[in-house]
Every structure is written in structure tokens, then in C-alpha cells.
């Protein structure tokens, strides 16, 4: 199974339970105490190693006239800052919390979101005990069993403690997360980087995708974070991209969970990777060639009678628009598919998400949240990352 469909039915799977080549051996962590993260073992992802921040990225380009032309992946050579990755809710595992050893969905899901990152930076990814699927199942209920958040958290915590000790040595850093990884990387900010500036210094930006962060109605600072704006320019640094993603034409329900915070006066924050400064902007995209996968509808053929796509990633140049919009309690990133009837290249995205063939509104675009985007999000490392270096100097 593709990454791109592993990684989606995993996340409805996960909507579902709401609603109804790494080495061999992996060293075991007590409950009470974070894993050694000095073993390689420990990490998903590490620079210069083979593993899932390894994967084939090449991507296959198809022109609204339908031609197509292969864009090779070409990782850094000689990175010069690092990106630290915490992947999302895609544990099988049976337990409340996932163990340390990997497995294909974690490995896949790595593959989809982190290794494009490689294209300008060390990737660093840790495992940690997340809450599993089963454990989001079992949240709210009696059962004796439950997940443990803080678990998850301080095995990320240690992590990031480690690799600032043994591996940083005064780089930039990028702090990239989605869903459960976004939530871990928001306390670790709020409690270890958030208005202490000697943490905050060696932050370039921090990507929380796919969670709800919290700011006052009309402003970058306040909320969750103090002193951590949101980012409105590409050459900003020290500051946030967050956003969760709703089809254009789909206002998000009133019972969805992405897009609307509870607390008065404040919005989910939302800032458009295409277009910091505000307004809608045609995206850099990287999606998956089959779509998102078997948790959602099967991608139309990217061009209608002709050859199919061999490459794992598809780049749709003009396809895709987004804008960040309030709409009523919800504040969201309105993905646009541009369609054009008269040309041969789809006019449709799979991305939805879906159980036994019922599209889950309130998920909105959770499976691609990241995708619709993602070559925004990776060039916005690269700059960032060049304003970080220069204000150093």
C-alpha cells in the first residue's frame, strides 16, 4: 500500500472511532520514564540515515493542457538548519499509547509529510508514545485503560531536549507538526520557547498544521501563545503557521472541531502558506497520485485518456487556490479547486474524508491538509531560514 493511502485510511479510521527499513531492535521505555533518545532506535527520522524521511519524492507534473513531465527530488546536500518533525494520530497499535517500535503507518506517514522537508533541511523525527486510535476510542469512556496525553508529551519533550544538546550546536530550527503532533509541539512551545528568549532564538518558525490555536479577533499575539506571532511575511522569523483546511464551497458544520476555539474573543488562528500577508493565492502542491487514499474517494484520472502517473506525487500547477476566511465561529484555510471543464487535466481532489462511502464534514480537508500546500510550506522553510541566518550575522 502506498503512503498516500495508508496514511488516509488511517485518519478515517480515526474519524470512524470518533464517530462511531529501520533497524531491528527498538529499546523499551518504563511508563514513568521518557525513552533513551540517545538510540538511533529511538528516532523515525534522522539526517544522512535510510528510513521513511528517505522515501521517493519525485513528483510528476501535469499541466492544466494535460502534459506531464517528471520533477526529480533532489535532498540537500549540505543542509543548513534543521527541521524537527512529530507526526500525527496513525498508531495501530492495540494499547491506549503506541509503543516505540514503528510501524508501516508511522513510517508512511513520515514518508507523506516530513521527507519533502529534506529538500532543505536535516529532518529530525522522534518516536514517541502517542495516543493511538484505540486510545482515542477509549477517551471519555469507563474503561480502566485510558490514554495517557502527558505520557506522549514528555517523551516529545525529551526529544527535543536531546536534540538540543547533542545535535543543534547554535542551528536554526523548524518545528513541523500535524493533528496530535501539532498539539504536542503546541504545549512544548507554550511551556519551553513561548517568551524565553534564549529558546525562542534558535526557532525559525514553528508549522502547526491541522490544530486549533488560539488568538484574539484581529490580532497575530495572545491566546496560547504570549509572545510567539503569527507569520504574515515569508521573510519572518520567530513566528507561527497554523491553519486547519475546508473545501471553498463547505462551510464547516457546527459540530466540527477544527476551525473554532472555545475561549471569548479569541478565533482559531489560520495563516495561509500561499499568501502570508492575507488574501487568495494559487498554491504549490504536492499531492498524492492515487489521491488521499482508501479513508476517502479514489482521485480521478489526472488527465482524462491520458498516461497514467508512475511517480508517488502529483504537482498541479494552477489547480489550487486558498484563503484564509471567517465564517461565522469558524476561522479556516477555503481550498478552491480551480476547475476548467474545457481542459483535459481533473477537475476534482479526493481528500475528504470518508466511512462506508458517507463524507465526515466536520474532518473538512484533514487528509491533505498539508498537501494542498506543501511546496509553500517547504520554500517557506528555505526562506525563513535564510532571514534566520542573516539577522545572526
Not at 71 to 80: L, R, V
Not at 215 to 227: L, S
Request: hydrophobic share 45%.
Amino acid at each position: 500500500m502506498s503512503p498516500t493511502r495508508l496514511i488516509a485510511s488511517v485518519v478515517a479510521m480515526s474519524a470512524a472511532m470518533f464517530a462511531a527499513p529501520l533497524l531491528a531492535q527498538h529499546p523499551a521505555a518504563a511508563p514513568g520514564h521518557a525513552p533513551d533518545y540517545a538510540q538511533p532506535d529511538t528516532w523515525l527520522c534522522l539526517p544522512g540515515r535510510a528510513d521513511a524521511c528517505s522515501a521517493p519524492q519525485d513528483a510528476t507534473i501535469v499541466a492544466a493542457n494535460g502534459r506531464q513531465s517528471v520533477e526529480a527530488f533532489k535532498p540537500a546536500s549540505a543542509p543548513q538548519f534543521d527541521c524537527f518533525y512529530v507526526y500525527p494520530t496513525v498508531s495501530l497499535d492495540p494499547t491506549p499509547n503506541a509503543d516505540l517500535k514503528p510501524g508501516l503507518e508511522e513510517k508512511a506517514v513520515a514518508a507523506f509529510q516530513a521527507a519533502r522537508f529534506a529538500k532543505h533541511c536535516r529532518v529530525f523525527a522522534p518516536l514517541y508514545r502517542q495516543i493511538t486510535l484505540a486510545g482515542l476510542r477509549r477517551l471519555g469512556t469507563t474503561t480502566a485503560a485510558t490514554a495517557d496525553r502527558a505520557l506522549a508529551y514528555g517523551d516529545v519533550k525529551a526529544a527535543w531536549a536531546h536534540y538540543l544538546a547533542t545535535e543543534n550546536k547554535g542551528r536554526g530550527v523548524v518545528l513541523i507538526g500535524h493533528s496530535q503532533g501539532s498539539g504536542m509541539l503546541k504545549q512544548l512551545i507554550a511551556e519551553e520557547i513561548d517568551g524565553k528568549p534564549a529558546a525562542a532564538a534558535r526557532i525559525i518558525s514553528a508549522m502547526l498544521i491541522g490544530t486549533n490555536v488560539a488568538v484574539p479577533k484581529g490580532k497575530d499575539t495572545g491566546g496560547d501563545f504570549k509572545a510567539f506571532p503569527l507569520c504574515r511575511k515569508a521573510t519572518q522569523t520567530g513566528c507561527l503557521i497554523t491553519y486547519v483546511s475546508f473545501r471553498a464551497e463547505t462551510r464547516p458544520p457546527d459540530n466540527s472541531r477544527f476551525g473554532v476555539v472555545a475561549s471569548p474573543g479569541m478565533v482559531a488562528a489560520c495563516t495561509n502558506p500561499a499568501a502570508l500577508g492575507g488574501g487568495k493565492a494559487l498554491t504549490d502542491n504536492y499531492l498524492g497520485t492515487r489521491g488521499a487514499g482508501l479513508g476517502s474517494g479514489i482521485q480521478a484520472p489526472w488527465v482524462k485518456d491520458g498516461p497514467a502517473v508512475t511517480t508517488p506525487f502529483v504537482k498541479a500547477p494552477g489547480l489550487i487556490s486558498t484563503e484564509c476566511v471567517q465564517n461565522g465561529k469558524f476561522s479556516y484555510l477555503a481550498v478552491a479547486v480551480n476547475a476548467d471543464p474545457a481542459d483535459p487535466r481533473t477537475d476534482t481532489i479526493a481528500g475528504d474524508v470518508t466511512v462506508l462511502n458517507k463524507v465526515l464534514a466536520d474532518w473538512g480537508l484533514h487528509l491533505i491538509d498539508m498537501p494542498v500546500v506543501m511546496g509553500n510550506l517547504v520554500e517557506l522553510t528555505n526562506t525563513q531560514a535564510k532571514a534566520w541566518a542573516a539577522k545572526q550575522r
